[in-house]
């Protein structure tokens, strides 16, 4: 290590001559040859945990970092099925519920009488030999029951009705015509019929 102390020399040395002491300029001489040995070692080991520091840091710094997570453990298989699954034997508690075919449909009708659609007065018209240019007003067709009426229009107005009825395999005939009809004379024992007077 060089010695740059020229000029503390010549301090001490022009002190001396004023009259200073010796061991003065030792002592101050040892002192500053101290103080340069901790700057140097201070120094120098600045420059080690630079050195050192440094390409750390720098690695740290500009070191990639992975664009996606790599899987680092192989995914967990599946969990198998416990014993709480329900099974698929059948019940062996017996149904109460009776069978649908022990009951057939028909028997739950069958005590209800089937009443036939409302002819239409065209269909009627055709039942019956009406005099030239008369026909059945649509609107005045009105059934109950297995029985139909209409009213005839045409050049001369009348006041009487036809009455037609239904038989089942037979279809609608022809009855009779009239202005009052009485119930038990067709059969009707029952009933509000608007054709017909109940005695």
Not at 45 to 74: D, E, H, K, M, Y
Not at 155 to 178: C, E, K, M, N
Request: hydrophobic share 30%.
């Amino acid at each position: 290590m060089t010695d740059n102390l020229g000029p503390m020399r010549q301090a001490m040395s022009d002190l001396a001559e004023h009259g200073g002491r010796t061991d003065m300029y030792e002592r101050a001489l040892r002192k500053s040859r101290q103080s340069q040995r901790r700057t140097a070692f201070t120094t120098g080991a600045a420059a080690v945990v630079l050195a050192i520091g440094a390409p750390v840091t720098f690695a740290t710094v500009n070191r990639p970092g992975p664009s996606t997570p790599v899987a680092t453990q192989p995914p967990a298989p599946s969990v198998a099925p416990t014993s709480a699954t329900p099974s698929t034997t059948p019940s062996s508690t017996p149904s109460t519920t009776p069978p649908s075919s022990s009951t057939p449909s028909s028997t739950r009708t069958s005590n209800r009488p089937q009443y036939p659609d409302c002819p239409s007065a065209k269909t009627l018209e055709k039942l019956v030999k009406l005099p030239k240019d008369w026909y059945f007003v649509p609107s005045s067709v009105s059934c109950w029951r297995a029985w139909a009426t209409a009213e005839p229009d045409g050049p001369i107005t009348g006041d009487g009705v036809y009455l037609f009825h239904y038989r089942a395999g037979g279809g609608w005939r022809y009855h009779s015509q009239g202005s009052a009809f009485h119930c038990e004379d067709l059969g009707i024992t029952s009933g509000n019929p608007p054709f017909c007077e109940m005695d």
